[in-house]
């Protein structure tokens, strides 16, 4: 057979050349090897980079789940280390009342072991800070100390001095309640018909120049809440311009203030101003906050009150129980200490409540009594977010 002859241009064959020389065997195993290289290289740098990829949704659930398991065992782990056992006696040596026994006695779960957490019995979740110091614990096993189905003892005192130190008594369950006491006394004890109506000092707000701030506010003042209110003499006088308050209070010795605040057809609540507040959130027009209240926010025996954190804890539940545009009255607040009130002015001034009305100064004392600071304001909650 014949042959046929290509005849190619010279830079063409040059550039055939080139590309041969470039697809060589060589060459392509010498960029694969840097390339499985750097590959390796990249993985290795990921894996020790301190920033981890999100997990996928079910994994965080399942870790989210995992933590609170975790986090309720510590919770039983530290109830039970201390001490919150129904066997312990009370602080002269003798055992407990069987009705508290058998309030604080831990309740066996209905399904048996915990697989997550690892418990058999739930702890009582009330009175742990009733054990954090013997002679509360034995004024708490005084007060639960009567007969099932019995007439319920008369404790006059016991009730505030429990609070006082941070416990809440329980509730007695199985006995029955008195009647009445004897008549109230006739000094109406502490009741003040001036006071809010006529000024007494500069720093004292009247109730209708607070009411009239309301209005230019576009805030309907309807029911309200005293924190610490004693006879309930602001309530009183708020009522007496058709609005509601719910007033806090705690018997003192030889004054059943509870019974008193009802007879003149007011609403008295057994409770300290260191404990949450029994209402559901924004129910309220207005709080009103004197100086009991805000000294009380922590629990003096425990050693709490005065602190920055229990008064923080405080102030967010007076928040709550606030509805946005209500009125926050810190009414004539007295201490006697600088860097105390710095301290409170700069907790409120983190809620960022509106200043409708401000007053801050010092009073002289008088003989050994030391110079106070005062504070009073109104403050409107705003909307957040």
Same mark, same amino acid.
């Given at each position: 057979m014949?042959?046929?002859?290509?005849?190619?241009?010279?830079?063409?064959?040059?550039?055939?050349?080139?590309?041969?020389?470039?697809?060589? !065997?060589?060459?392509?195993?010498?960029?694969?090897?840097l390339?499985?290289?750097?590959?390796?290289l990249?993985?290795?740098?990921? &894996?020790?980079?301190?920033?981890?990829? /999100?997990?996928?949704?079910?994994a965080?659930?399942?870790?989210?789940?995992?933590?609170?398991?975790?986090?309720?065992?510590?919770?039983?782990?530290?109830?039970?280390?201390?001490?919150?056992?129904?066997?312990?006696?009370?602080?002269?040596g003798?055992?407990? #009342?069987?009705?508290?026994?058998?309030?604080?006695? #831990?309740?066996?779960?209905?399904?048996?072991?915990?697989?997550?957490?690892?418990?058999?019995?739930?702890?009582?979740?009330?009175?742990?800070?009733?054990?954090?110091?013997?002679?509360?614990?034995?004024?708490?096993?005084?007060?639960?100390? @009567?007969? !099932?189905?019995?007439?319920?003892?008369?404790?006059?005192?016991?009730?505030?001095?429990?609070?006082?130190? *941070?416990?809440?008594?329980? /509730?007695?369950?199985?006995?029955?309640?008195? *009647? /009445?006491? =004897?008549?109230?006394?006739?000094?109406?004890?502490?009741?003040?018909?001036?006071?809010?109506? %006529?000024?007494?000092?500069?720093?004292?707000?009247?109730?209708?120049? $607070?009411?009239?701030?309301?209005?230019?506010?576009?805030?309907?003042?309807?029911?309200? &809440?005293?924190?610490?209110?004693?006879?309930?003499?602001? =309530?009183?006088?708020?009522?007496?311009?058709?609005?509601?308050?719910?007033?806090? +209070?705690?018997?003192?010795?030889? %004054?059943?203030?509870?019974?008193?605040?009802?007879?003149?057809?007011?609403? !008295?609540l057994?409770?300290s /101003?260191?404990?949450?507040?029994?209402? @559901?959130d924004?129910?309220f027009?207005?709080?009103? +906050? *004197?100086?009991?209240?805000?000294?009380?926010?922590?629990?003096?025996?425990?050693?709490q =009150?005065?602190t920055?954190?229990?008064?923080?804890?405080?102030?967010?539940?007076?928040?709550?129980?606030?509805?946005?545009?209500?009125?926050?009255? +810190?009414?004539?607040?007295?201490?006697?200490s600088?860097?105390?009130?710095? $301290?409170?002015?700069?907790?409120? *001034?983190?809620?960022? @409540?509106?200043?409708?009305?401000w007053?801050?100064?010092?009073?002289?004392?008088?003989?050994?009594? %030391?110079?106070?600071? @005062?504070?009073?304001a109104?403050?409107? %909650?705003? =909307?957040?977010?």
């Amino acid at each position: 057979m014949g042959s046929v002859s290509l005849n190619v241009a010279s830079s063409r064959r040059g550039g055939r050349r080139g590309l041969a020389c470039l697809c060589s !065997p060589a060459l392509l195993n010498l960029l694969v090897l840097l390339s499985l290289l750097s590959t390796n290289l990249l993985a290795l740098l990921a &894996f020790l980079s301190p920033r981890a990829h /999100p997990l996928p949704a079910a994994a965080t659930a399942n870790l989210s789940a995992s933590a609170i398991s975790m986090q309720v065992a510590a919770i039983a782990r530290e109830i039970d280390a201390t001490h919150l056992v129904p066997h312990r006696a009370a602080a002269d040596g003798a055992a407990l #009342p069987p009705e508290l026994l058998l309030f604080l006695s #831990p309740h066996a779960l209905p399904l048996g072991r915990d697989a997550r957490t690892g418990l058999t019995h739930m702890p009582a979740s009330v009175a742990h800070a009733c054990f954090r110091s013997p002679s509360t614990l034995a004024l708490l096993s005084a007060f639960a100390s @009567y007969e !099932p189905r019995g007439v319920c003892p008369r404790n006059a005192t016991l009730p505030h001095r429990l609070l006082s130190k *941070g416990c809440e008594p329980l /509730p007695r369950r199985r006995c029955l309640s008195r *009647g /009445p006491r =004897a008549p109230l006394p006739s000094s109406n004890m502490g009741v003040d018909s001036r006071r809010w109506v %006529k000024p007494r000092h500069d720093h004292e707000f009247l109730i209708d120049d $607070v009411l009239r701030l309301g209005g230019a506010a576009s805030t309907k003042i309807r029911i309200g &809440f005293d924190v610490a209110g004693g006879a309930a003499n602001f =309530a009183a006088r708020m009522r007496e311009r058709g609005v509601t308050v719910v007033t806090t +209070v705690l018997d003192n010795a030889g %004054k059943p203030m509870n019974e008193f605040v009802a007879a003149r057809g007011l609403f !008295p609540l057994l409770l300290s /101003p260191a404990h949450r507040f029994p209402f @559901y959130d924004g129910v309220f027009d207005l709080v009103h +906050v *004197g100086t009991t209240a805000l000294d009380e926010g922590g629990a003096p025996a425990l050693g709490q =009150a005065g602190t920055e954190e229990a008064l923080e804890f405080f102030m967010f539940d007076v928040d709550r129980v606030l509805r946005v545009g209500g009125l926050l009255w +810190v009414d004539s607040y007295m201490c006697h200490s600088e860097e105390r009130m710095k $301290v409170v002015v700069r907790l409120i *001034g983190r809620f960022g @409540y509106k200043k409708l009305k401000w007053v801050t100064g010092e009073k002289a004392g008088t003989g050994s009594t %030391k110079t106070a600071m @005062y504070l009073s304001a109104v403050l409107q %909650k705003p =909307a957040r977010g």
